[in-house]
T-cell receptor
Framework: NAGVTQTPKFQVLKTGQSMTLQCAQD?????MYWYRQDPGMGLRLIYY???????DKGEVPNGYNVSRLNKREFSLRLESAAPSQTSVYFC?????????????FGPGTRLTVL | QKEVEQDPGPLSVPEGAIVSLNCTYS??????FMWYRQYSRKGPELLMY????GNKEDGRFTAQVDKSSKYISLFIRDSQPSDSATYLCAMRGLGNFNKFYFGSGTKLNVKP
C-alpha cells in the first residue's frame, strides 16, 4: 500500500517549457487535489477532482491544467512555465466520512523555473 | 487579509515542555478544523480533526476550537524531539466541501 505517489521529485525548467506532474493513489478515494506550497503562504489549492471524470478550479488555477485519467491518477500540467510557478507541488487524495476528513498527501515535487 | 493566520515561529522548547500552537481565522462559516504535521521535505499528515467547538484529545495531543473567538489551538504534552516539524492548521465551511484554507504553518523545534 504505497498511499499517494508523485513523480518527479525534483524538476528544473526554463521559462516557457512545459511539463506534467504525475500523481497516483491506491486507496480507492474519489477526491483528489493539487496544491502548491510557497514560503509564508501555506498550501493553496490549484485544482481538484471530486470524482473520476470531473475537475474544478481552486484558488490559483491560472497557468495550470489537470486531467483525472482514472480513479487512481490525477495529473497537473504546466503548458508554459513561468518563474512564478517555482514552488513545491503536493497531490492529495481524500477520505471523508461521518467522523473523519483526511487528506493524504504525497511527498511533493520541487519545481524550479529559471 | 488572509482567511487563516498562523505565527510562523520558529518555536523552540526543551524536551518535555507543553507546546501551544494557535491559529486565528476570519470566516465565521468555518465548521471543520484540522491540524497537520509536516516534517522537512515531506508531505503533511493529519494529526487531529474536529468539528465545531470544543476539545478533542488523542494521546499527547489536544485540539481546542473556540468559534466565538475564531481561534483554534493544538497542545502537545511531554514534547519530544520527534515532534520537531511544521504544524499547519486547516479549516473549511459547510458550503464548499472541497475548499480547505490552510495556515502558513508554525515551525516547532524540540531540543533534547
Amino acid at each position: 500500500n504505497a498511499g499517494v505517489t508523485q513523480t518527479p521529485k525534483f524538476q528544473v525548467l526554463k521559462t516557457g517549457q512545459s511539463m506534467t506532474l504525475q500523481c497516483a493513489q491506491d486507496m480507492n478515494h474519489n477526491s483528489m487535489y493539487w496544491y502548491r506550497q510557497d514560503p509564508g503562504m501555506g498550501l493553496r489549492l490549484i485544482y481538484y477532482s471530486a470524482s473520476e471524470g470531473t475537475t474544478d478550479k481552486g484558488e490559483v488555477p491560472n497557468g495550470y491544467n489537470v486531467s483525472r485519467l482514472n480513479k487512481r491518477e490525477f495529473s497537473l500540467r504546466l503548458e508554459s512555465a513561468a518563474p512564478s510557478q517555482t514552488s513545491v507541488y503536493f497531490c492529495a487524495s481524500r477520505d471523508s466520512g461521518i467522523s473523519t476528513d483526511t487528506q493524504y498527501f504525497g511527498p511533493g515535487t520541487r519545481l524550479t523555473v529559471l | 487579509q488572509k482567511e487563516v493566520e498562523q505565527d510562523p515561529g520558529p518555536l523552540s522548547v526543551p524536551e518535555g515542555a507543553i507546546v501551544s500552537l494557535n491559529c486565528t481565522y476570519s470566516n465565521s462559516a468555518f465548521q471543520y478544523f484540522m491540524w497537520y504535521r509536516q516534517y522537512s521535505r515531506k508531505g503533511p499528515e493529519l494529526l487531529m480533526y474536529t468539528y465545531s467547538s470544543g476539545n478533542k484529545e488523542d494521546g499527547r495531543f489536544t485540539a481546542q476550537v473556540d468559534k466565538s473567538s475564531k481561534y483554534i489551538s493544538l497542545f502537545i504534552r511531554d514534547s519530544q524531539p520527534s515532534d520537531s516539524a511544521t504544524y499547519l492548521c486547516a479549516m473549511r465551511g459547510l458550503g464548499n466541501f472541497n475548499k480547505f484554507y490552510f495556515g502558513s504553518g508554525t515551525k516547532l523545534n524540540v531540543k533534547p
